[in-house]
C-alpha cells in the first residue's frame, strides 16, 4: 500500500510549485491529498481535495465573506484553525501518512499550525522562507522539519527546484520508515527538573527504572516544560513527576525561563 502525503499550500498563488512538487511526489510512488488554504481561489494544475471553502469553514467562518473582507491578517487566522481542524480530521480518519508544505512567513505560519495539531512522530516537512533564526514560533514542541528555500518560494528554477525535490525525498522517506519500536514498551513517566533539584530527580529517575518504568527528564527552561505538557497530551505519558514547576515562576515574576500560563494543565487534561 503507497504512502498517503497530505500537501498544504497556498493553491491560489502557488499552485506551479504545488503542482511540481506533486508530481515529484507521485513519481516516488506515494499518493496525495491536497488541501488548499489559499483564501483568493484554487488552481487548475491538478485537483484539490479539501477546499479552501472547507478549511475556512472549519475555522468558524465561509471563504467568501473572508474573500470581501480582505483582512489578511483575519484570513490568516481563520485558515490555520481551519487547516488544524481538519489535518488532526484527517489524521484521525487514517488519510494521511505524512505532511509536506511550503511557503513564506504567511503560509508557513498556517501550515505550521496544522502541523502542531498532530503528534510527535508523523512526519511533518515544511519548506520555509523563514527557516533560520529561533523558530519556536513555528514549530511549537512538535517534531517539525523545517527546509530554508533559499529562494523565494516562487516558480521553479535550478535552485527551487533541487531545494523541492529534497523536500519530497525528505517526506517520502519518512513515511516509508519503520517506527515500531525495537524493545517492550513500559509505562513512560516524565519529570521535570532544574539544577538543585537534580539530585532528587536522579534517586526517583533510578528507583522508577529499577520498577520496570520508562523515565523521561525534562530541564525547566521553558522550552522543556512545554515539550513534556506536550507529550502529555499527545497521550505518550501515563504519569508526570513534577518536582520542577519553577517555569510557573518565572510566569508569574517575569522571568526568562516560563513555559507559559498552560504550565501544569496537560496532566490534568488527560486525568
Known sequence: MSKIILLIGAFDVKGEEYD???????????SVLTMNIGVLGDTDLFVTDISNALVAKAGGTNITKLQKD???????????????VLTRQYFGDGK????????????????????????????????STVAAGDTTIITGVKDITMIPSIVDVAGINPISEKVYKEAVGAICGMTRMD??????????????????????VNMCRESLVEKGYEVLVFHAT???????EGLVDDGYVDAVLDITPTEWADEICGGVFSAGSDRL???GRAG
Not at 100 to 126: D, E, F, N, Q, Y
Not at 222 to 228: A, L
Request: aromatic share 4%; with cysteine; hydrophobic share 35%.
Open 20 to 30: 511540481f512538487v506533486k508530481r515529484q511526489i507521485e513519481k516516488q510512488g506515494c
Open 70 to 84: 480582505k483582512d489578511r491578517g483575519k484570513a490568516m487566522e481563520t485558515m490555520a484553525k481551519g487547516a488544524a
Open 96 to 127: 494521511f501518512h505524512g505532511v509536506l508544505g511550503m511557503g513564506g512567513s504567511g503560509g508557513t505560519s498556517v501550515i505550521s499550525s496544522a502541523m502542531r495539531a498532530l503528534p510527535i512522530g508523523i512526519p511533518k516537512v515544511l519548506v
Open 179 to 200: 517506527y515500531s519500536l525495537s524493545g517492550k514498551s513500559k509505562p513512560v513517566v516524565c519529570a521535570s527538573m532544574f539544577g538543585n533539584t537534580t539530585d532528587c
Open 222 to 228: 521553558g522550552t522543556g516544560g512545554r515539550t513534556m
Open 265 to 267: 494543565a496537560a496532566p
